[in-house]
T-cell receptor, first 115, second 115 residues
């Protein structure tokens, strides 16, 4: 398996523009996570899905952020409008729920810079 | 809700020194515990995990961690570090109250090993 695939790897955009980050989880995994990593706040869980359904979005910073998972093999994280403080590395991770034995596998991340 | 505390934000060691990184979590019920490592410019990779059984867990690259339930701790150890261990280390937990799905990370510890 190719692992968790994220695109793009790098994104530079101007303040106010819409940004869409994409994630393809590992085939067969039914939990998907979006994290944001910054120097100041470390690794924050933004939202996670189970079987394509959003379970907990309490970490989404504000209404400018939205995430979808239309099917088991694809998820998006959208920021509209983007702001400089959104600059961070965004990671997607997936896991296969087997009772209590859950281990998350991470993608390479998308480095977002908003200027 | 569960949370994770990593008390050491930056650690600097010389090669061959022993390492211990602290991790405490807040949830009182059944948990799974993880240590992930992030090498410079790379994504997170699993070092080791604890689900049940022997509280002393051995992982890759000579790392081990001990789960002490009474102290809500899962400290990472390595008897002799190498320059290649320079990385950021994250402790993470998921808990029974979220079906072991919601994976929450600590803020990370940056380890610098000088040759």
């Amino acid at each position: 398996d190719a692992g968790v695939i994220q695109s793009p790897r790098h994104e530079v955009t101007e303040m106010g523009q819409e940004v869409t980050l994409r994630c393809k989880p590992i085939s067969g995994h039914n939990s998907l996570f979006w994290y944001r990593q910054t120097m100041m706040r470390g690794l924050e869980l933004l939202i996670y899905f189970n079987n394509n359904v959003p379970i907990d979005d309490s970490g989404m910073p504000e209404d400018r952020f939205s995430a979808k998972m239309p099917n088991a093999s694809f998820s998006t994280l959208k920021i509209q409008p983007s702001e400089p403080r959104d600059s961070a590395v965004y990671f997607c991770a997936s896991s296969e729920r087997q009772g209590a034995s859950t281990e998350a596998f991470f993608g390479q991340g998308t480095r977002l810079t908003v200027v | 809700a569960q949370s994770v505390s990593q008390h050491n934000h930056h650690v600097i060691l010389s090669e061959a020194a022993s390492l211990e990184l602290g991790c405490n979590y807040s949830y009182g019920g059944t948990v799974n515990l993880f240590w992930y490592v992030q090498y410079p410019g790379q994504h997170l990779q699993l070092l080791l995990k604890y689900f049940s059984g022997d509280p002393l867990v051995k992982g890759i690259k000579g790392f081990e961690a001990e789960f002490i339930k009474s102290k809500f701790s899962f400290n990472l150890r390595k008897p002799s570090v190498q320059w290649s261990d320079t990385a950021e280390y994250f402790c993470a937990v998921n808990a029974r109250n979220t079906g072991f799905q919601k994976l929450v990370f600590g803020t990370g510890t940056r380890l610098l090993v000088s040759p």
